[in-house]
């Protein structure tokens, strides 16, 4: 309803004091903050990006918000993700995030959708919203979004952080570009490694989100420079922020139909080439590895393949620091190497993928080793719980 009968709309005593900011504003004023009461916004994922976009926009009075999020809060999310709270770690992140909502504007009405969105649901979950914005962390459903968007003719504010970078446009909007016109073809898995796997600060969430919140609230209200057509990027430890022309691409393909995007991203034949891997490597439990470390045998090496700050956070004792990226250069295999010396290689990282594929990189160098199924994070859980979780 981004064009509403504002004759209809009434703001009640309360609501003239809550939002009394906003209507002095000559930008938004009386009409605008009804507009703002009448629309209706879906927000997918209530994570980095969804936390500060949920809060300000209920704060800033949106009528309904729906809601999209089958994950549950976990204490890593607490750094970063500030619509949640260390109350709710355990339970459903969407009832964590609506009774945040409700905390800060009751007036609010809030649409649960505690599922995964897919390629069956996504129609029927946004169609009934006047705009959509992206929370989401990886590319199927990033494309899922962008494609029901085009679909549906909906505005999809989009926004995406990485450590200490971020970017937000807003796609398919007025004639504007949509996400396939910025990523044409998604990477190949694992190319872009994850938070959990590279970090992210977490004010940077803040920033991009509350980015998102300012576009949407724009798009209601009909201000005419939104950032449809611009990439805004945002470097959070230079303190930097530029700025990248997007046009629609003429030669795009056409729309027509939601795919199956776990496909179109490489999902199942990345995992199909792992398990293909896995199965050239021989394998060995954390229960495995504690047997042979108390047996006194000092015939081999566990090699940790993580980043230098993860092995600070935590390690097993006794296994030293060769990071994958060092294996993948070149310029760790000599190194492994000197240390095997005749030695079993035992490898081990964060949760067992890492490892894999340096092992698989070793193999072509002539080493042969055993893989630690569940790395580190399986040791903390069923060996030694005073190794810390992250």
């Keep these: 309803m981004l064009n509403p009968d504002l004759e209809a709309i009434e703001l009640n005593k309360d609501e003239y004091q809550r939002y009394s900011r906003h209507i002095i504003l000559p930008e938004v004023g009386l009409d605008g903050q009804k507009r703002l009461k009448a629309a209706s916004v879906l927000c997918i994922g209530s994570g980095g990006l969804g936390s500060p976009l949920l809060l300000y926009l209920a704060a800033a009075g949106i009528g309904r918000i ?29 009832q964590s995030a609506k009774d945040r909502i409700h905390s800060i504007n009751p007036h609010c009405q809030v649409d649960l ?63 504007g570009p949509n996400y396939r016109d910025l990523y044409p073809e998604p990477p190949p898995p694992g190319m872009v490694p994850s938070c959990a796997e590279g970090g992210v600060l977490g004010v940077l969430c803040g920033i991009i989100g509350t980015i998102q919140a300012t576009e949407t609230i724009k798009i209601i209200l009909g201000a005419e420079n939104t950032l449809s057509g611009r990439l805004l990027l945002y470097n959070a430890w230079d303190m930097k922020f530029r700025e990248l022309k997007l046009r629609p691409n003429p030669e795009r393909p056409v729309i027509e139909k ?49 980043n230098p700050n993860e092995y600070e956070i935590a390690k097993i004792d006794g296994s030293v620091l060769i990071p994958l990226s060092e294996l993948e250069d070149g310029s760790g295999i000599d190194k492994v190497k000197e240390l095997v010396n005749g030695h079993r290689l035992i490898a081990h990282c964060k949760l067992g993928g890492r490892s894999a594929k340096a092992l698989n990189i070793l193999k072509e160098a002539g080493l042969e080793g055993t ?5 580190i994070a399986a040791w903390s859980q069923e060996i030694d719980s005073s190794i810390p979780q992250y």
């Design 66 to 94: 729906g809601l999209v999020d089958f994950d549950i809060v976990d204490s890593s999310n607490l750094q970063r993700q500030i619509i949640h709270s260390e109350s709710w770690v355990g339970k459903p992140k969407i």
């Design 113 to 175: 959708y505690e599922t995964a969105i897919s390629s069956a649901n996504a129609l029927e979950i946004l169609e009934p919203y006047d705009v959509v914005v992206d929370g989401t962390d990886n590319f199927p459903t990033r494309y899922l979004t962008n494609d029901a968007c085009v679909l549906l003719d909906k505005p999809n504010v989009y926004g995406s952080i990485f450590r200490f970078e971020g970017q937000a446009t807003v796609f398919n909007y007025q004639g």
């Design 258 to 306: 939601l795919i199956d995007y776990q496909e179109f991203c490489g999902i199942p034949q990345a995992a199909a080439a792992a398990a293909k891997e896995s199965t050239m490597i021989s394998e060995m439990t954390v229960q495995d590895l504690k047997q042979l470390m108390d047996s006194g045998k000092d015939d081999f090496v566990l090699l940790d393949v993580r």
């Design 371 to 375: 893989n630690v199924t569940g790395g």
